[in-house]
T-cell receptor, first 113, second 115 residues
């Protein structure tokens, strides 16, 4: 099935550093969602974006819905050890595609203290 | 409010057998979607149910099926299991089936191992 192009695949950073990851697609999406998944658990919703150009924050996390509706990025500021995990972007086309989410392959974040 | 619950959390089956997984959505949520997560393919959409009706289906063989009950609880069934069906099966619930402002919340998943 189709997947989004998510990069980078992995990141190794020091505690306190800022992190940026992004997702791109050749198709337009009506909704972009960002999730974090810890080992052995289901993805946890971090931020949801519904309008092109929208910039939304959730604590140290900030995400934007690209103007072209074909991309989105997530920034994490001042990383801490509990930020470790796999971050997924997900797009939702809507209309006849319903609420089905199309996921990126994930960005694995490692934080050293 | 309790989150999405899935049972069982772990399951080991043999090739050729069938399996049924269960999902209880967040209270008040009426839409349930199922996803398969594997290291190779990542997260793939299986199907979506709303008001006991399948509204959307991903690109999976007919061995994968599901249903939703009047209380919004959902089950998915995989028949004639193959080794490649080993995966984490995730259920997600959302308030409605509308794609506008519709956030999906995931359960912890059922880890299925086929031997």
């Amino acid at each position: 099935g189709q997947q989004l192009n998510q990069s980078p695949q992995s990141m190794f950073i020091q505690e306190g550093e800022d992190v940026s990851m992004n997702c791109t697609s050749s198709s337009i999406f009506n909704t972009w969602l960002w999730y974090k998944q810890d080992p052995g658990e289901g993805p946890v919703l971090l931020i949801a974006l519904y309008k092109a150009g929208e910039l939304t924050s959730n604590g140290r996390l900030t995400a934007q819905f690209g103007i072209t509706r074909k991309d989105s990025f997530l920034n994490i500021s001042a990383s801490i050890p509990s930020d470790v995990g796999i971050y997924f972007c997900a797009g939702q086309r809507g209309a006849q595609a319903g609420t089905a989410l199309i996921f990126g392959k994930g960005t694995t974040l490692s934080v050293s203290s | 409010k309790a989150g999405v619950t899935q049972t069982p959390r772990y399951l080991i089956k043999t090739r050729g057998q069938q399996v049924t997984l269960s999902c209880s959505p967040i209270s008040g949520h009426r839409s349930v979607s199922w996803y398969q997560q594997t290291p190779g393919q990542g997260l793939q959409f299986l199907f979506e149910y709303f008001s006991e009706t399948q509204r959307n289906k991903g690109n999976f063989p007919g061995r994968f099926s599901g249903r939703q009950f009047s209380n919004s609880r959902s089950e998915m069934n995989v028949s004639t299991l193959e080794l490649g069906d080993s995966a984490l099966y995730l259920c997600a619930s959302s308030l409605t089936a509308s794609s506008a402002s519709n956030e999906q919340y995931f359960g912890p998943g059922t880890r299925l191992t086929v031997t």
